[in-house]
């Protein structure tokens, strides 16, 4: 499995983003995609994830701000980011796990959010 994110950048406070992260390869139709933040000196830390079945799981800190969706055809999951604050900026990986092998994970390449004026 491969993942593809795009859609990092520079954004000013209270401002919006969207990042998008298509999967190729041995692709189960089951399967939870996800979003993932590391801040630099931080650990990773889970933003959101959404499972082939459209349930969603969101952190604490991102909930009413940010919104996880996925495109089932194109193997493809978005987070759109809007209110951005300082604190989101983390380079962001996009993470896929599915049947069989739950434990495993696979990993984006990472994205770079930066959220200043």
């Known amino acids: 499995v491969q993942l593809q994110a795009s859609g990092g950048g520079l954004v000013q406070p209270g401002g919006s983003l969207r990042l998008s992260c298509a999967a190729s390869g041995s692709i189960s139709s089951r399967n939870r995609m996800g979003w993932y933040r590391q801040a630099p000196g931080k650990q990773r830390d889970l933003v959101a994830t959404?499972?082939?079945?459209?349930?969603?799981n969101y952190a604490d800190s991102v909930k009413g701000r940010f919104t996880i969706s996925r495109d089932n055809a194109k193997n493809t999951v978005y987070l759109q980011m809007n209110s951005l604050k300082p604190e989101d900026t983390a380079v962001y990986y996009c993470?896929?796990?599915?049947?069989?092998?739950?434990?495993?994970?696979?990993w984006g390449q990472g994205t770079q959010v930066t959220v200043s004026s």
């Open positions: 993470n896929v796990i599915q049947f069989p092998h739950w434990n495993y994970d696979y």
């Open positions: 959404i499972t082939d079945g459209g349930n969603t």
